[in-house]
Structures are given as C-alpha cells and as structure tokens.
C-alpha cells in the first residue's frame, strides 16, 4: 500500500464509530457597518506603531527622503508626482539583492480591515509580487477609503484565494526577549499608511 | 526506537490506526522530570512574569471582541466536521494543490517525514535550508534527521535560533525561549554568533538587530525553506503561515523551494473558515488583534515567490487519535498556547518538564495519544484538573475531560489507583462526601494549624500511604474548615 492509501485507511477505520454531521453556527458578527470604520482602521494601525497619514497629498513629503524607491510595474502615476529620487520598477523583476539596497517600496493594497488593523495585499493593482514589500526597509502603502472594512469575514468575501496574499498587521516585530516588542526584525521596520479618499482629501478619489 | 504499535515499515499492510513517534515521548516520568525545575527559582520567576503577562494581554483583546463565544462555537464546530470528514477533505486538498502546481506527498510518521524532505533537499541540489518556526517539524526531529545527511538546517525565528544555538529545546509553544533573560542570550550570541558585533549589549534591540543581520544573507541566498502550515484549505489546496517578526515571509517567498510539513489535522473545509480562526488564533495566541504578518499561497504562482512548492501531509499518530472518540477533539488544537498560559502545573513546572514538543495542558492530552498512553503514561497527570485550560481554549477542547479519560488508560501505580478509586466512591455520594470531609477536617485541623502557621500555607506536603504517592509530587490543599453547606446552615 502507498503511504496515501494507507494514511486515508487508517482514518477511515478510525471513524468506524460514524460520528453525526456537524451543523456549523455562524452567529458570529459578518459586517460592522459602524460609520467610523477609517477612524477605527486609524487607531489599530497606530496602536501597532505604524505611521498614517491623511490625503495623497502627504505622500510628497513623505517620499523627499527616499533615495532610492522600489514600485510594482502598474504604479498610478500620479502616487509619483513631484518625486525626484531613483524610481526602481520592478520590470525585468529586481532581485532580491537589488531590493536590499532600495530605501522604500512604495504599493496599494486589496482590503484593509478595520477591526484588525489588517492591510492585506494580494498581489493585485498596484501591489506587485510578494517580494517587493518584504526585502526593503520601508514600506509606504496608499490605501483608498473604499478598501477599507469592518470585519475579517467582510474582508475574505473581496479576495481570490487563489492570489498569493500578504496581511500586513504593523511592521515586523518581535517579543521573544523577555516579552519585549521590539520592531522590525526581519520584514520592514517601518509602515507608513497613506489613506485616500478620505472626505476631508481634496485630492483623494 | 521501535515500540509496539508503530508501524515503520513503511510498506505496512495493516490500515489500522497507528500511533508514531518523534519527539513526542516523554523520556523521565513528569515528576521526576519536573522536579529541577521546580526547585529554579530563575525559571518560576520567568514562566510565572511570561504566562502572566501573556494571559493579561489575551484576557485584554478578547473581552472587547463581542461575539467571541460565537466564534469559538463556530470554530470548534468546524473542526469537528473536519474530523468527521477528514479522509474526502484530504483527498480534496491534495486534488486542489495539485491544480494549482504543488506536489502532495503523504509520510506515515516521522521517519518517512523527514525521508521526503531530505530527498527533496537533495533534489533540488541543496545542502542547507532556511526554517520557519514549526512545532509538526520538531515533532519529526526534522532539524536531527537533516543533519544526519549532511543538510545544515538554520532556524530563522528568533527565539528558535536562540534555542538553535544554546543547543536547547524549547519550553513554550508561542515564546519558545521564554526560559532566557537577555544576558543569557547576548552570552549566546556572544559565543555562537560569528558576525554578532564584539560589542553587542544585551539589549532586546540589539539583540535582534543582530539576528537580522546574521540571517538576511542566508535568507536572500537560501535555495531550499521548510515550514509549517497553521492552516491547510481543502476547497483551495492555499496553505496559511501566521508570524510576527517577517522570517516567515523571506523563507515563504525568496526561494526556489519550499516544502511545507503539514499534520493531516490542520485541514479547513473552506477559504471562508478563515474568517473564524483567523479571529481566534492571534487573539488566543499572543494577545494582540491580529500578528503582524499572515502569508497565504496556493500551489505556485508563476512570477512570484518559490516555483517548487512541496506540501508533506503527516499521520504520526494522529489516526490513532481520531479512532479514540473521546479523545478525538484533541486534533481541534490550533497551537494557540492559551492553555499553558493559564495552567498552575505549567507554570510551576516550565516546558522542559514535558520531554515532549507539546508541553502544558495540551501537550498532556496530545503527546500520550499520539505515542499511545502506555509510552507517556505519567503526563495525564499533570494537570489539577483546575479547567482553566478549557475555559480559555479557543476551540474549546475539554481538556480535563480527556485528561480524566487518558488517566483510565494509564498503567498507574497500585497504591494511585487504590486511592483514586476510594476518592470516586467517596465523591459520587454526597453523604459518603460530607461525612469524609468531615472525618478529614477533624484530621487535618492540628496539622494543618500547625503548617499554615509556619508557612501560611493551608496544604499538606506528605500523607502517609497510601495516599503518599499522591502527594509525592504535590501538595494536598487542606479542606476548608467549613463547607458552604455548613456556613449556610448557620446563617
Ligand atoms: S488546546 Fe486549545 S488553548 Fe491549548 S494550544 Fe490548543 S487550541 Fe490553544
């Protein structure tokens, strides 16, 4: 016998007693339709000591002290505009030593749930693949209003499972001495959240 | 290492479920093993700061979910019905990775584990990988079986490297150096670190600076990573990685070869089950709303991320498991690491005293299971049967329940079981009850007077036999000197 056949026999004699169906209950909350999602999205996100800004308009600014700046292929331009520094585009796909020595990535994202403080990418629009937002630094992530959530089973309903997805919580950190958080091991050690679309953006969409 | 009941043929006829083996048995019984660490008073100050802290945080972060009973009612039923269908999900798994690129392979236990993921290794012309941090690949002593053929396996999580490189074994699930203060780990790094800076401080941050440092090169050049998987999605074939510090991501992403060790029962029917324990692991886990980093991918995605993608479904005695019904719902755990926070016996006891990969109240359920009782007969009894443990379980496994079952299986000692079966006799009667509880009150009243006046403890250290087999390894807390009923009685 194949070990396969033999693990699925094994298990298949083991549920000799024929356990009942199972009915699943999802009481569980499926949406928050609070009007205050972006403001909750905003306290986690700092809470995890990621860095938000308000407006495309803060990007400019943001963008002036780096040098050397990673984008995926389909960047909206106009997340460039009056950027002067080294734009790296990641077409032919940069390796990852070239990513080592770029300051920033600059990305969209898919979903950002606001309960969670998650920012998930998916490898969609504006996004580009996994590698991109994990070897530099710095991570500088545009998120619009409208990708912004409630609640994790809101979130799942807008992705594809079958896209390679990261979900992005804070930077990169760690407690394992002596339960101390410490920032930034190995992913970027810094997030900075941009939120358009906001009603209090004139530029946002 | 041959033990009756586990089949290592590797051609077995026999389909009856079996037990495996790996770093799951236990090799001192817990008392004996316990005892250094009891007697550490480093150690109990550590455990008891770390499980404290970590139950505060957890108590904190779940009491501002609202529907937090809902999601565990919908989690445990979900693993339920995975139980229940575990063959067909599997099946479905397999169909839906190998759709999507991944090559699916099956290992009875841990030796034909580890056989797969050397020859992959070899295959893919490698002689070292990268490692995301997996209690399955410690359970298969994968780290020892690569060694053997010549493979250098690097732990990439931190706490594993400390514990790689202080040639140690780790004592907690989630926070697996939990047993080293900064001193020890700069004194660590200081001897086994090459490239760690001369004058590396002992703190936190610095710390892991230099493990940063040590590791990115060998991340940005690993050809081979081996992981784990928290979660395996039949419906999809995707599997789901939950980490904090980002080394999951770089072994998860930058090589060309991945190879996932994945115990058959972390299977989910659906995506859409995520939403539930995507809610209840990071919560239950370390305290926070969510980890940092969740990676998700499902066979190979051309252009992004490895391009040979291994997945290596592991039995190891969890078929023994499932034929046990009542010890079934063990395979619900989701390795929060919940359980051991809330546990006085963990506490008092540390990881270490477990000798197996699964330590604390879990590990007292799981490890005698997947061995077979006989092989870990003394760890149901580590455990007060306070229920704390089940209280806290995400999934809610009635972890004193199979505890108390487990113990009917153990071979225990005469003078135990003659004990224990007096106390059920006198337990199932309240009369019997009362009356030995009065009978022991009037017994205990001088002793315990005197103890608790010299130590301000109200238990008993040593009862003559046959009882002392009972308190050889525990203090037996005195009765109260009235019972509910009697202070009711004369209000
Ligand atoms: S038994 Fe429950 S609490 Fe303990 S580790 Fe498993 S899921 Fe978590």
């Known amino acids: 016998m194949t070990a396969r056949d033999e693990i699925l026999a094994r298990l298949r004699t083991a549920l000799a007693d024929n356990p009942p169906p199972v009915e699943v209950p999802r009481q569980y909350r499926q949406v928050d339709d609070r009007p205050d999602l972006v403001e909750i999205l905003i306290d986690r996100l700092e809470d995890y000591r990621a860095v938000v800004h308000r407006g495309l308009g803060a990007l400019p600014a943001l963008l002036a002290k780096v040098g050397r700046l990673a984008v995926p292929t389909d960047i909206p331009a106009e997340w460039l505009a009056g950027y002067t520094g080294q734009v790296h585009r990641d077409a032919p796909p940069l390796s990852s030593a070239d990513l080592d020595g770029l300051d920033a990535v600059l990305t969209g994202c898919a979903v950002a749930v606001a309960d969670t403080g998650t920012i998930i990418l998916d490898a969609g629009p504006a996004q580009g693949r996994r590698a991109l937002t994990l070897v530099p630094d710095r991570h500088i992530c545009v998120v619009r209003s409208d990708q912004v959530v409630g609640l994790l089973p809101e979130a799942l309903t807008r992705l594809d499972p079958r896209t390679p997805q990261t979900w992005i919580s804070g930077p990169s950190a760690t407690s394992d001495i002596e339960l101390n958080r410490v920032e930034g091991v190995h992913g970027p050690r810094r997030l900075e959240v941009v939120l358009v679309g906001l009603d209090d953006d004139p530029r946002g969409r | ?491």
């Open chain 2, 1 to 491: 290492m041959n033990r009756p009941g586990v089949d290592r043929s590797g051609t077995g006829a026999s389909a009856a479920p079996a037990t495996g083996g790996g770093r799951i048995r236990t090799p001192l019984p817990f008392p004996t093993a316990a005892a250094p660490a009891v007697a550490d008073t480093q150690l109990r100050a550590n455990l008891h700061r770390a499980t404290r802290t970590i139950r505060g945080k957890r108590a904190r972060v779940v009491d501002e979910v609202p529907d937090w009973e809902a999601l565990r009612d919908a989690g445990a039923a979900i693993k339920a019905d995975v139980q229940r269908r575990l063959p067909e999900l599997l099946e479905q798994f397999e169909a839906s990775a190998t759709a999507a690129g991944a090559t699916v392979h099956w290992a009875r236990d841990a030796a034909e584990a580890c056989r797969i993921v050397v020859e992959l290794t070899r295959a893919a012309g490698a002689d070292e990988v990268v490692k995301v941090k997996s209690m399955a690949t410690q359970e298969i002593e994968l780290n020892e079986a690569l060694e053997a053929a010549g493979i250098a396996a690097y732990e990439t999580d931190l706490a594993e490297l400390i514990v790689q490189l202080g040639d140690d074994t780790p004592s907690h699930i989630l926070v697996p150096a939990i047993h080293y203060n900064r001193a020890q780990i700069r004194e660590i790094f200081h001897r086994r670190m090459p490239d760690a800076p001369a004058d590396l401080s002992d703190e936190p941050s610095a710390l892991a600076e230099a493990a940063r440092a040590h590791l990115r090169r060998r991340f940005l050049s690993a050809r081979v990573a081996v992981s784990g998987a928290n979660f395996a999605i039949a419906d999809t074939g995707t599997l789901v990685v939950v980490e904090s510090e980002g080394n999951g991501r770089m072994c998860l992403t930058l090589p060309e070869t991945l190879i996932s060790v994945v115990g058959v029962e972390k299977l989910l029917p659906t995506f859409t089950d995520l939403e539930v324990f995507l809610q209840l692991l990071p919560r239950s886990s370390t305290g926070e709303r969510m980890n940092p980093y969740t990676s998700m991918w499902t066979g190979v995605t051309p252009g992004d991320g490895p391009q040979s993608v291994h997945v290596v479904l592991v039995d190891n005695g969890r078929s023994a498991v499932l034929a046990d019904p009542v010890g079934r719902p063990t395979l619900s755990c989701i390795r929060c690491s919940a359980c051991l926070n809330v546990c006085p016996v963990y506490e008092r006891a540390g990881g270490h005293a477990y000798g197996s990969v699964y330590p604390g109240p879990i590990g007292a359920i799981l490890s005698p299971q997947l061995t077979g009782v006989a092989d870990n007969a003394s760890l149901p009894y580590a455990s007060t049967l306070c229920g704390a443990c089940y209280d806290v379980c995400p999934v809610k496994i009635n972890i004193p329940e199979i505890l108390v079952h487990l113990r009917q299986q153990a071979p225990h000692p005469l003078a135990e079981r003659a004990t224990m079966r007096v106390l059920s006799w006198v337990m199932r009667s309240p009369r019997r009850w009362a009356a030995a509880l009065r009978l022991a009150r009037a017994g205990a009243g001088p002793l315990g007077a005197y103890r608790e006046r010299r130590t301000g403890a109200r238990t008993l250290r040593r009862l003559p036999w046959p009882a002392s087999a009972w308190t050889r390894s525990r203090d037996l807390p005195l009765p109260a000197p009235q019972t509910f009923r009697e202070w009711w009685d004369q209000q």
